[in-house]
């Protein structure tokens, strides 16, 4: 029972943790980051710029307008994601504009508002739509998209399910940030099966590779529940 009570502290509640919320702040970024590779591409096929990076372009401002809905002290999910008249919301972005780097960014963000509301199957379901891409920051994306689907399989009780989520989560970026995070997240889910070792496991290399990570202190602490 204190193993599950451990593993269920990840719940939504603390699942997006301040280290999650720094990508969510930061989606309009991201996709002009996207854009620009989009675009550089477009403009090697001549013709395809004509085209292709206008409308690249177009989702992008769409995607900052249903951005800007959740980057206040008080974010609005639902209306990012359904947007009214005054813009678009993630959902319009994603349908509309689905095979532009801002449209498949869209799909990411449209499972983080639909997981902040509580709806996991909507949640899950626009999370797995999401393509992942190649290079920064796009593995940034990688990496909290597939975290976040971990999240919803351990609110789910799905803890082997979840620890597979924070493996690939950790394998997309390589990173101080978001690596140590998921590691402490596999280490929980694990300890929430009775897996002890390696649950053990996964809270040493936090500390071996990652010992200035903002994880490191508390994996000190579980490292230490585990090995009594």
Request: overall charge negative.
């Amino acid at each position: 029972m204190a193993n599950q009570n451990a593993a269920e502290q990840e719940t939504l509640g603390s699942a997006m943790n301040k280290t999650e919320l720094f990508f969510e702040n930061h989606a309009k970024t991201l996709s002009y980051a996207l854009l620009g590779l989009i675009v550089l591409a477009a403009l090697v096929f001549g013709y395809r710029s004509l085209v292709v990076a206008p409308r690249a372009e177009k989702a992008a401002d769409l995607l900052a307008q249903a951005q800007a809905r959740i980057e206040t002290p008080t974010p609005d999910y639902a209306l990012a994601l359904e947007g009214d008249e005054n813009g678009p919301g993630f959902l319009e972005v994603a349908n509309r504009y689905g095979a532009t780097p801002a449209g498949n960014l869209a799909r990411h963000y449209a499972g983080v508002c639909y997981l902040r509301t509580g709806d996991l199957d909507n949640a899950e379901a626009f999370l797995a739509k999401y393509k992942r891409v190649k290079g920064l920051p796009g593995s940034l994306v990688n990496a909290q998209n597939l975290g976040l689907r971990g999240d919803i399989a351990v609110e789910r009780g799905a803890y082997a399910e979840a620890v597979k989520f924070y493996d690939k989560a950790v394998a997309a970026a390589e990173n101080d940030l978001t690596c140590p995070m998921y590691l402490r997240k596999a280490g929980l889910a694990e300890r929430a099966l009775g897996n002890r070792k390696q649950a053990a496991e996964y809270f040493q290399r936090i500390l071996d590779r990652y010992p200035a990570s903002f994880d490191a202190r508390e994996a000190e602490q579980l490292l230490g529940s585990v090995n009594e």
